[in-house]
């Protein structure tokens, strides 16, 4: 079991910027993928970035491409999620999810671990 816990939204300005955490524990950190999701308001949860638990191989959604950085620091159990140039449209709760094994995959089946969300807000 893998327990996952995010971190670090809160309301910027449009235009701002925010760097989600995701701390992971419970199991070998650096043998998980890890992903971040969103879902806003009467939406479904979409993908938003994907790093493979080698850190050799990183995607990121058409939508945030150029603004936003996924990483991960091992030695910390961490995920980042750098985001940059944020727009009203990034309004949303963001996940982070895991699988072991994995690749930089972008469908939420195919994550086996969820966090609990954490709110990001944008004003315009």
């Known amino acids: 079991q893998v327990q996952l816990v995010e971190s670090g939204g809160g309301l910027v300005q449009a235009g701002g910027s925010l760097r989600l955490s995701c701390a992971a524990s419970?199991?070998?950190?650096?043998?998980?993928?890890m992903g971040w999701f969103r879902q806003a308001p009467g939406k479904e949860r979409e993908f938003v970035a994907a790093?493979?638990?080698?850190?050799?191989?990183?995607y990121y959604a058409d939508s945030v491409k150029g603004r936003f950085t996924i990483s991960r620091d091992n030695a910390k159990n961490t995920v980042y999620l750098q985001m940059n140039s944020l727009k009203p449209e990034d309004t949303a709760v963001y996940y982070c999810?895991?699988?072991?094994?994995?690749?930089?995959?972008?469908?939420?089946?195919?994550?086996?671990?969820w966090g609990q969300g954490t709110q990001v807000t944008v004003s315009s």
């Open positions: 419970g199991r070998t950190f650096s043998n998980y993928a």
């Open positions: 790093i493979s638990w080698t850190a050799a191989n990183t």
């Open positions: 999810a895991a699988v072991l094994w994995g690749g930089a995959y972008s469908y939420p089946r195919q994550y086996d671990y």
